[in-house]
């Protein structure tokens, strides 16, 4: 495992990988059906492989994805979606969970739901976990905004704003760069960044 990887915590690495089922810069989404959906919660030990989830399941669980990903968004220092949250907080109060001291000591567990809230319950206590060993807004997304992918903010600091500094970074560094460019080259021929002329 890479260095940067091994040093993301479990519980991290759930919540992140389930945002990232979907990567908006691409257009690529991995849930594109119950059966994916199973199957990606399967290998990752959340529900049985022969789990059944529907397609009311596979709906409420995006919906939890990308309510995750706005409040990620708010870690990264953006406004988080309103409209998202809300979706969030009322896919939310489909997936009865309760306290469980059993097996693992104090955890989230489902208090029913089937396979489907089972599984999110095990996400939301990854969530918990974050929130208790002081990771959670250290899990962000990526400040391009036609990124978006989630990742572990592993810097003393926490300032890092890209998922990949030599990916994202380096564009969105390039891209003001040439904006400052360009904004200097219109002032020294007296023109305003529009391109009007501004000599008197």
Same mark, same amino acid.
């Given at each position: ?19 990232? *089922? ?40 995006? *919906? ?134 501004? *000599?008197?």
């Amino acid at each position: 495992m890479h260095d940067e990887e091994a040093r993301v915590p479990p519980a991290v690495r759930l919540v992140r990988d389930f945002v990232n *089922t979907y990567e908006p810069q691409v257009d690529e989404e991995a849930l594109t059906a119950p059966e994916r959906l199973r199957d990606w919660f399967a290998d990752r030990g959340l529900v049985p492989a022969d789990a059944r989830l529907r397609p009311a399941d596979l709906a409420l669980a995006i *919906t939890v994805r990308e309510g995750l990903r706005s409040v990620l968004l708010g870690h990264a220092g953006h406004r988080a979606d309103p409209a998202a949250l809300a979706d969030l907080d009322r896919a939310l109060a489909a997936v009865p969970v309760r306290m469980t001291f059993a097996d693992r000591g104090p955890r989230l567990a489902a208090a029913g739901g089937g396979a489907l809230g089972s599984a999110l319950a095990q996400i939301l206590d990854a969530v918990r976990r974050c929130a208790e060993e002081q990771t959670w807004t250290r899990l962000k997304v990526c400040d391009r905004d036609t990124c978006r992918w989630a990742y572990y903010d592993a810097s003393r600091n926490q300032a890092r704003r890209w998922c990949s500094m030599a990916g994202c970074g380096n564009y969105v560094k390039m891209r003001r760069a040439s904006a400052a460019r360009k904004r200097r080259t219109g002032a020294a021929s007296g023109q305003d960044p529009a391109g009007v002329d501004t *000599t008197p």
